[in-house]
């Protein structure tokens, strides 16, 4: 089983960086716990822009977005405006149908609980999927409650037969977030 790196805890001393390595039998890689060799960084890796942040986000905490009457149901995660990458969870009750999409980047799901029936396959809970960028997919139904990470690198486009039905990216997502807020608000 492949042995989780953990990450290396950064000592800075000067302009100087202790990198921790060393291989292990029964290791793949180096052990970046352990501090047995260091060398001196060529270059300052220290940030320029010093309000730099982690983003941490208590989904727990959140309130469900409703995006289908009594079926669908999205807390939003994280997005970006500049590189137009999104999270959200995804809430389906039993017999949710996604409409048919394409994606205009590349996704990844992980799915917490329930069961999904993608196409030919069902996606359980602890089933990874990475949906590529240009994928065309059709229908995605609920046959259980379930629920799913769902991370995305941009916009995706839904369609019918007809025509487009629906444009999903970071902006749409930020309207969406600021009048669950505002609805949120008025009510209390
Ligand atoms: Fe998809």
Redesign the pocket.
Known sequence: MMRALKASKSIFISSMIIIQFQQRPGNIGPDLNRKTKTMALPQDISPVNSELTDALVRSTQMDWIEITPDTGFMKILWFSGETGRWAVLFRWKKGHVARP?K?LSA?QAFILSGKLQVRDGIYEAGDFLH?ANG?I?GE?TALEDTEYLFICDGPILYFEDDGFTGYLGWEQLQRMQEAANQEKAAAE
């Open positions: 999409h994606h996704a949906e994928m997919h995605t």
